[in-house]
């Protein structure tokens, strides 16, 4: 089980690499892994885009670890106004730019204490779950659960375990839930990095109320969604 120091690492982690996050998700920099790994990553991407689209979480949304405003963008397709909460204000900051719109509230708050105080029609997070660590992921559902209107929808995509989703300069993690990460300046954090089995995920939401199914595309994604 990680300490709350290692918790709080990840968190500077994450506002370290604000500005360079983008070159993640579009294959720049450290991350571009050449043509046809690219377009493939671009073509998956935009499978669990559409697949979001079709889901259409409208209403009142909640985007959990709404990071730079990739997601964000998608959601206001169908959401009529959207809470993003983020432990980063860096990442909160290029989102309010980004998606520059004043149907979005920006909170910023460690997922790990915040509750929500309100309810909302649809949740969704991006890229989240495989920073919770096993022994939280039941006390997250739960916290998905008492931000929901029955009967509420919710949404969520991350990472499947692959050599070519992450940095050059990075290893695959290995079993267990810290690993060492690189930004573009040398510098080294030690993270969070679980891929949380389907089936366990599907689980743990059971318990927790939520009948959660899950979807993965060819290579570089799991996304899932509440039944219909």
């Excluded at 991350?31 to 979480?57: M, P, T």
């Excluded at 860096?90 to 520059?100: D, L, T, Y």
């Excluded at 290995?174 to 679980?194: A, S, T, W, Y």
């Amino acid at each position: 089980m990680p300490s709350r120091a290692e918790l709080d690492e990840m968190i500077t982690y994450y506002r370290a690499r604000a500005a360079e996050y983008d070159q993640w998700f579009y294959r720049q920099g450290r991350y571009n892994r050449g043509q046809a790994a690219n377009a493939q990553w671009a073509a998956e991407a935009a499978q669990v885009a559409a697949a979001l689209d079709e889901f259409k979480l409208c209403g009142n949304v909640l985007e959990l670890a709404s990071g730079t405003g990739i997601w964000t963008q998608k959601l206001l397709k169908h959401a009529d106004l959207i809470t993003a909460v983020d432990a980063s204000p860096e990442m909160i900051e290029i989102n309010r730019h980004k998606v520059a719109s004043d149907r979005v509230t920006h909170i910023q708050a460690d997922l790990f204490q915040w509750k929500p105080t309100t309810k909302f029609d649809g949740v969704f997070c991006g890229f989240w779950l495989s920073h919770v660590p096993p022994d939280r992921l039941g006390a997250f559902w739960c916290m998905v659960v008492e931000a929901l209107k029955p009967p509420g929808k919710v949404f969520f995509v991350d990472s499947l375990a692959s050599p070519t989703s992450t940095a050059v300069d990075h290893d695959l993690p290995r079993p267990g839930q810290l690993h060492l990460r690189k930004l573009n300046d040398g510098r080294e954090f030690r993270i969070v990095k679980v891929f949380h089995a389907p089936d366990e995920i599907e689980r743990v939401a059971a318990a927790a109320g939520l009948q959660i199914v899950t979807r993965k595309t060819t290579e570089y994604f799991l996304y899932g969604h509440t039944a219909d």
